[in-house]
């Protein structure tokens, strides 16, 4: 897949609050560039892209599918701190630091990315002040989303509240214009239990309890999200 010839639509997921993810946003020569630069890659689900603790040799942006970023505590206790979704970009900070992975990243599903090198993105970054500043902005974007993980595990007092705030967050994820109210969860209950930092007994509990409230819906891997008021009061 080219950068250039992608062309966002209204319920793609790159198109996230109904603009073009970061890097698609520079000026169509800075954006060959980066195309030229950058090596296609593709994964099938359940491949580890990079582990934590390994050399920061570059950054992936991906372009289709998701991936699960974890981190790792001492005593070995690994906690999903987000799935990526198309658009994201991956490894960004510690190649910029010069320092290790902090993360690891785990494809759930068959995905596929642009691989950019250290020095070639580094080269990239320092000869475009725009790709400087857009650089900078997926930046924020990071410390952002570290932040809100961070405050919904901090701040929400029930284990209820962080499920329907991680439901949440998927849905508007994959539904930015506020369409449909459905999307798919590559995440086990346990892997959703990691997230909201309970038990997978708890998240079953609670989501058999909003699909009887009828809070949610579930067919296979899709969840509609019936009544997203009642989900959102949850979350508060």
Same mark, same amino acid.
């Given at each position: 897949?080219?950068?250039?010839?992608?062309?966002?639509?209204?319920?793609?997921?790159?198109?996230?609050?109904?603009?073009?993810?970061?890097?698609? %946003?520079?000026?169509?020569?800075?954006?060959?560039?980066?195309?030229? $630069?950058?090596?296609?890659?593709?994964?099938?689900? @359940?491949?580890?892209?990079?582990?934590?603790?390994? #050399?920061?040799?570059?950054?992936?942006? =991906?372009?289709?599918?998701?991936?699960?970023?974890?981190?790792?505590?001492?005593?070995?206790?690994?906690?999903?701190?987000?799935?990526?979704?198309?658009?994201?970009?991956?490894?960004?900070?510690?190649?910029?630091?010069?320092? #290790?992975?902090?993360?690891?990243?785990?494809?759930?599903?068959?995905?596929? &990315?642009?691989?950019?090198?250290?020095?070639?993105?580094?080269?990239? $970054?320092?000869?475009?002040?725009?790709?400087?500043?857009?650089?900078?902005?997926?930046?924020?974007?990071?410390? !952002?989303?570290?932040?809100?993980?961070?405050? !919904? =595990?901090?701040?929400?007092?029930?284990?209820?509240?962080?499920?329907?705030?991680?439901?949440?967050?998927?849905?508007?994820? @994959?539904?930015?214009?506020? @369409?449909?109210?459905? &999307?798919?969860?590559?995440? %086990?209950?346990?892997?959703?239990?990691?997230?909201?930092?309970?038990?997978?007994?708890?998240?079953?509990?609670?989501?058999?309890?909003?699909?009887?409230?009828? $809070?949610?819906?579930?067919?296979?891997?899709?969840?509609?999200?019936?009544?997203?008021?009642?989900?959102?009061?949850?979350?508060?």
């Amino acid at each position: 897949m080219s950068l250039l010839s992608y062309q966002p639509c209204e319920h793609d997921a790159l198109c996230e609050t109904g603009t073009r993810p970061t890097f698609f %946003t520079l000026a169509g020569t800075e954006l060959e560039h980066l195309d030229n $630069i950058a090596h296609d890659v593709s994964h099938p689900a @359940g491949s580890v892209i990079f582990r934590e603790g390994d #050399p920061a040799g570059g950054i992936y942006l =991906l372009c289709s599918g998701q991936v699960k970023l974890t981190t790792q505590s001492d005593d070995h206790h690994r906690m999903i701190l987000k799935v990526a979704k198309p658009g994201d970009v991956l490894g960004l900070s510690a190649m910029l630091n010069g320092l #290790p992975y902090e993360i690891s990243a785990e494809t759930l599903v068959p995905s596929t &990315f642009k691989r950019v090198g250290q020095q070639a993105f580094m080269n990239f $970054i320092r000869n475009s002040a725009e790709a400087g500043y857009t650089t900078a902005v997926e930046l924020a974007k990071e410390h !952002r989303e570290v932040f809100l993980g961070v405050r !919904r =595990l901090s701040l929400s007092s029930s284990a209820s509240s962080r499920v329907a705030h991680i439901l949440i967050e998927f849905l508007r994820s @994959g539904n930015p214009q506020g @369409g449909i109210a459905s &999307f798919p969860l590559a995440l %086990t209950h346990a892997e959703l239990a990691s997230m909201a930092g309970t038990s997978r007994e708890t998240v079953t509990r609670l989501l058999n309890q909003f699909e009887r409230n009828g $809070i949610i819906s579930r067919s296979n891997s899709i969840i509609t999200v019936v009544q997203l008021k009642r989900l959102e009061q949850l979350a508060n």
